[in-house]
């Protein structure tokens, strides 16, 4: 955490994970209530794109390197929230179904390159230490602050009398983790500076292109 570069992305990790449990926790319910059909079947299309982003991935690291690739997964969940928000089950279903397909950018483009910058930024020796150190600060503390947050603002949100079936003014409800995920996006982007690594002619024949970070 000496590391200016490092401590802001650990940070900026932490603070992401809160808005993101939104999606984690409410989603099914969202889509059941609105009446989409077979939701927990609908949502397995994020799974699966999943599958073809973690394939692209590898070309964004090398093009547009590593904060790039971090900045693009938080605006995805921006974008998805957003979608969310504005999406319904007439003529704006696309953006429910492009929200669920987001989450293969969201996942690939944000936790594993957030790993992967982890296993780069850290000595061998602590490499361990600091992978287990980001998933504390972010599927740990992380999302238990994001579970606690996203369920007072669905209350807050949530009408009905005692005995009635509960609902939910959701286009509030998902404004408040898409521009959560916004402000956490635009203070990473100024503050988050990873160093820049010699190139391999820079680094000398003797330097393998694996030990070389990614830009």
């Not at 490092?6 to 969202?30: E, K, M, R």
């Not at 599958?51 to 997964?73: A, D």
């Not at 938080?74 to 696309?94: D, H, S, V």
């Amino acid at each position: 955490m000496k590391d200016r570069s490092f401590a802001v992305f650990a940070l900026g990790s932490f603070l992401i994970c809160i808005p993101l449990q939104f999606y984690y926790a409410f989603t099914n319910l969202f889509l059941n209530e609105i009446g989409v059909a077979e939701p927990a079947s609908t949502m397995t299309l994020g799974q699966m794109s999943e599958i073809f982003f973690m394939l692209v991935l590898p070309w964004f690291l090398v093009r547009v390197g590593v904060k790039r690739t971090l900045l693009v997964g938080m605006a995805a969940w921006t974008l998805r929230y957003a979608f969310f928000a504005y999406g319904n089950t007439g003529a704006f279903a696309w953006m429910l179904y492009g929200g669920i397909l987001l989450h293969g950018i969201c996942y690939d483009f944000f936790f594993v390159t957030g790993q992967i910058y982890v296993d780069e930024a850290a000595p061998l020796t602590i490499r361990a230490a600091a992978q287990g150190f980001l998933a504390f600060m972010t599927l740990g503390v992380g999302m238990f602050i994001g579970a606690w947050a996203s369920g007072q603002v669905v209350q807050h949100y949530t009408f009905g009398a005692p005995g009635e079936t509960a609902l939910h003014a959701w286009r509030s409800i998902w404004i408040v983790p898409a521009v959560a995920a916004a402000a956490v996006m635009a203070i990473f982007a100024l503050l988050f500076r990873p160093r820049q690594q010699p190139s391999p002619r820079e680094a000398g024949p003797g330097v393998a292109a694996a030990e070389l970070p990614r830009r």
